[in-house]
Structure formats: structure tokens, C-alpha cells
């Protein structure tokens, strides 16, 4: 089993900055991706951005169009860490943040391809 916990979360005005941490234990070495998604009230829990986990090359990275160039997620291998940087934050990121682990492979900006899920943690961005 693999168990995941965000951190980082809060409240900050739009143009603002938080930084998320997703720390990963157990059975880490089966983990091929870490995930971030969000969940608005009333909406569908949506793909944010990814990274590949316990591999020797570069981490690979991908993130949904909404966000790219202002979110930047990056991993620690060695403290099984995963981080979602979140810059020029807008009131529409408000939601609750995710992280989730997956040891297949797939699609990963579909839920389903994920095993493990953390608790998440609320981000709300103020106007």
C-alpha cells in the first residue's frame, strides 16, 4: 500500500502564490506517477498536472492547459516528495487539491488510472 498527504494549502489573493506537497510512503518504489487534481464545489474532479516518479532519467512532466505557465510541479526522489508550485493564482483555481499515485500506465489525466489518493488540502483564492 502506498499513502499520500498533501500540504501547503490556504487562502491567498488572486496573483498570488502557494506551493503544495504531496509526501509519499510505503510501497513508494511502485509508484510510476504522482498526479495533482482538483475538485470544485459542484464540478468534476479535473486534471491539473503530473510527474513520473522513481525513474533514473529526467522526471517527465505534463500539465492541463489551464494552468501551464503558471504551475510547475517537481519531485524528490530521495524524500518520495512531489511539489505543485502555483503562481498568478486566479479566484478559478479555487478547489480542493489532490494528489494520487499510480503504478500502471495510461492516460493520467483520467482518475481512473490512479491507485492511491490523498485526503487533499483546500486552496481558495480570493478576488
Known amino acids: 500500500q502506498v499513502q499520500l498527504v498533501e500540504s501547503g494549502g490556504g487562502l491567498v489573493q488572486a496573483g498570488g502564490s502557494l506551493s503544495l506537497s504531496c509526501a509519499a510512503s510505503?510501497?513508494?518504489?511502485?509508484?510510476?506517477?504522482i498526479g495533482w487534481f482538483r475538485q470544485a464545489p459542484g464540478k468534476e474532479r479535473e486534471f491539473v498536472a503530473r510527474?513520473?516518479?522513481?525513474?533514473?532519467?529526467?522526471?517527465?512532466?505534463f500539465y492541463a492547459d489551464s494552468v501551464k505557465g503558471r504551475f510547475t510541479v517537481s519531485r524528490n526522489n530521495a524524500q518520495n516528495t512531489v511539489y505543485l508550485q502555483m503562481n498568478a493564482l486566479k479566484p478559478e483555481d479555487t478547489a480542493v487539491y489532490y494528489c494520487?499515485?499510480?503504478?500502471?500506465?495510461?492516460?493520467?489525466?483520467?482518475?481512473?488510472?490512479?491507485?492511491?489518493w490523498g485526503q487533499g488540502t483546500q486552496v481558495t483564492v480570493s478576488s
Open positions: 510527474v513520473t516518479l522513481n525513474t533514473w532519467s529526467g522526471a517527465i512532466t
Open positions: 494520487a499515485g499510480s503504478s500502471r500506465s495510461g492516460n493520467y489525466i483520467y482518475t481512473e488510472t490512479y491507485d492511491y
Open positions: 510505503g510501497r513508494t518504489l511502485s509508484i510510476y506517477t
